[in-house]
């Protein structure tokens, strides 16, 4: 059974920062395209951030300069480094590991960004 776990989300002022985790297995990290989704209220979830098992990453254009995903394997885990967050950043994150036909999701943490 694959298991992903989401931790650092928060509460944070507008201008601020957070950093999220998901702890997963080493095979995974190593395998799988991992990637950060997320959902506002009212809205479908929608792609952030992905980093491939060759460590390419692809971001969606509302973060790019401001989050940094990254893959730490002696860790096992996956980060997303959010600076420079903004209201709409709000929402609730997911961590999402991905290989063909076999797509894993964590239970997701929310992020709320305050003006």
């Known amino acids: 059974q694959v298991q992903l776990v989401e931790s650092g989300g928060g509460l944070v002022q507008a201008g601020g920062s957070l950093r999220l985790s998901c702890a997963t297995s080493?095979?995974?990290?190593?395998?799988?395209?991992m990637g950060w989704y997320r959902q506002a209220p009212g809205k479908q979830r929608e792609l952030v951030a992905t980093?491939?098992?060759?460590?390419?990453?692809n971001y969606v254009d509302s973060v790019k300069g401001r989050f940094t995903i990254s893959r730490d394997v002696a860790m096992n885990t996956m980060y997303l480094q959010m600076n420079s967050l903004k209201p709409e950043d709000t929402a609730v994150y997911y961590c999402n590991a991905e290989l063909g036909v076999r797509n894993y999701w964590g239970q997701g943490t929310q992020v709320t960004v305050h003006s």
């Open positions: 080493r095979s995974i990290l190593n395998l799988f395209t």
């Open positions: 980093v491939t098992s060759r460590g390419s990453t």
